[in-house]
């Protein structure tokens, strides 16, 4: 399939949905941006896309519990063509409150033993107890996730106020055991954060950032792979433009290679 079809969830809060839009259209996939009501009252669109993408945002307003409610929504109505979406040769890609949204739904961590929708880990408030919006460094764990291929380290930002991973040691033990972590927070030698602020910006259990499903085809990351798409997104921008040419400082960002690697998936 040349050009694969993604279809990004809006609504009640979603606010991120234009940029992850842009991110798949510049690595050369075709988008559809649809309400959750339309999404609902004709389930089966679903069915004609590739990649299904919950984007970052505050979906209704947090009130519930980070991405809480919009799980319930989706669970409630969804559910059915959900399943077999992500039983087909598909991808689903959850960013900030969607990761949440994908933890509420048990799609995240999931599992080869039919837990599905079985709720094991949580995205809690952070240990600051206030809204975290900083960059941060993540580094590759080992796992099968196909939005992660040829990476090694990111350099990504975060802007969430419930992004702190936990759940039981048995669960972490298999996750660690089944390389389910994908990403992790580390310091800016890339070595492990160990819970240290601001390098782990929310007290994550084992510094997790980011989740994928067994098989490696759903994906749930707190930081914001879309606002580094461009070099020219970075922090640094004003000194590293000073120093380098337009056509250098509009390259790719590090936030790039997640979009490619799903739309690379379908080529």
Known sequence: MAQPQVLLLTGYGINCEEETAYAFQ???????????????????????????????????????GSGNALANKMRHSLWSELMEFVAADHLVLGICNGFQVLVNLGLLPGGSDN?????????????????ECRWVNLAAADSDTVFLRGVESLFLPVAHGEGRFFTTPETLAELQERRQIALRYVDNEN??????????????????????????????LMPHPERAFRMNHLPSWPEYSALNSDAEWQKDGPGRIIFANAVDYFS
């Not at 510049?26 to 609902?40: E, P, S, Y």
């Not at 709720?119 to 809204?131: E, Q």
């Not at 601001?198 to 067994?214: H, Q, R, T």
């Open 26 to 64: 510049a690595c050369g996939a075709k988008t559809k941006i649809m309400h959750v009501n339309d999404l609902i009252a004709a389930p089966e669109t679903l069915s004609d896309y590739q990649i299904f993408v919950v984007p970052g945002g505050f979906s209704y307003g947090d009130d519930t």
């Open 115 to 131: 837990r599905l929708g079985e709720r094991r880990v949580a995205l809690i408030a952070n240990s600051s107890a206030r809204y």
């Open 191 to 220: 070595r492990p954060a160990a819970g240290l602020f601001p390098f782990n910006p929310n007290g994550s259990l084992d510094d997790v950032a980011a989740l994928c499903a067994a098989g490696g085809r759903i994906f749930g």
